[in-house]
DNA sequence: CCGGATCCGGGTTGATACTG
DNA sequence: CAGTATCAACCCGGATCCGG
């Protein structure tokens, strides 16, 4: 990108992070953590493939990305945030925060599971923290996410959960507004959406205030 | 902008106020309140007017600015934040802490006196807060600010000041390491900068922590 | 002077094909 | 898997012009 020239520590930010992609890159690789190019790519639908390439070679160069050649049996190449990468992090919470409200109807758009990640564990919290610890599994599209409650806070990450307490299958619009408390069961379940196990437990995972 | 396309609040807010001078528009407008076109143009030193006139359009738009027609004698369009718009100032403050950190060289890099409005106030406070309040004037090239301490925080704003305290003169980047204490008063004068008034009012303009 | 609109050249981005 | 190469489309910067 051009440098804006000014002598300003906003400006200077956005001379580095400003390009298009460059924050959904850093999206990407806090919510899964060190990644291969493939992923990336199946993070980021829609991006070019020279375009993720000259980004993380000019984030490698700013010192927010790193590259790892993994040794074998991984052998690959795995891209990281640096610690000044993840300095980032407030940024993209600032910027979510923000656009939740932008956030009305999900159109035709993409849509990956571990997108919740922020969301969920800045803006939700266990509503009874005092109780046993619950886990639910979310499947709305691609690969099930995670979601416990730890200390009172929400914890998310891909993957399956052996022993779910319920088990939440739909779009992630209804699952959304499910977990938002803006809908009940009854209202999800005529969405669509599928609820197996303990509604109870959905219940535990609430918007905080 | 061209829509990420992605079901995610991050990229939705990015759809938004990811394009090039975007939030410069916006830390103008927090850091001035309403604004002519032309004293917008004046603090965005590089931009093309039909670029700043395409964004003040799309942030119209998209309910970030608001466009009133003051009424005479002012007789003029003035540019001001909508609430929305001011709902960014988070994303300002995350974005300009993180670029504090490339504030290495001054260069010839543009430069306002004005933009240390949102460092100052976030970062410095009143290191004597027990102490009556002090006023400062700054002259770092174009127009001259005035720093406050009030209730132990620091208020900046645009003008003179009638009775300061202290005033210094110099070089932005010289006036600064003097307030942040990495260079004392001998120094900074060595470099250049005048240092008029109270030495000790200067000290008490410190940053947090 | 104020608040733009128009035009054009160049740089950035997007889509697709291809490769070690 | 991790990219390069190519080319078209679009966005941006700079200059100029224009109606109040």
Redesign the interface.
């Known amino acids: ?1 051009r440098s ?15 390009d ?1 992609w460059t ?2 890159i850093v ?1 990407e690789l806090a919510a899964r953590g060190p990644s291969r190019y493939t992923d990336l790519r199946h993070g980021l ?2 991006i070019a493939t020279n375009m993720l390439a000259d980004r993380l070679r000019e984030m490698e160069e700013n010192d927010i990305v790193r590259r790892e050649e993994a040794p074998p049996p991984i052998a690959t190449t795995l891209f990281s945030l640096t610690e ?1 990468g993840e ?2 992090t ?14 009305d109807e ?6 990956r599971g571990y ?1 919740l990640k922020y ?1 969920l564990e800045q803006l939700f919290a266990d509503a009874a923290p005092g109780e046993p610890p619950v886990t639910l599994e979310l499947r709305t599209g691609d690969g099930p996410v995670v979601v416990e409650t730890v200390d009172g806070a929400v914890r998310v990450h891909s993957g399956s959960a052996e022993q779910p307490d319920a088990v939440l299958t739909g779009d ?2 209804d699952v959304i507004e499910l977990l938002k408390g803006s809908i009940d069961v009854r209202a999800a379940r005529r969405r669509g959406v599928q609820v197996e196990g303990d509604a109870k437990a959905v219940a535990r995972v609430r918007p905080r205030i």
Chains 1, 2 share one sequence.
């Open positions: 990108m804006y020239g000014q002598y300003c520590s906003l400006a200077r930010a956005l001379d580095v992070i400003g298009r924050l959904l999206r639908p829609g000044r300095e980032l407030p940024v993209l919470f600032a910027l979510g925060r923000w656009g939740v409200a932008l956030m999900r159109g035709d758009d993409e849509w997108w969301p992630p619009e």
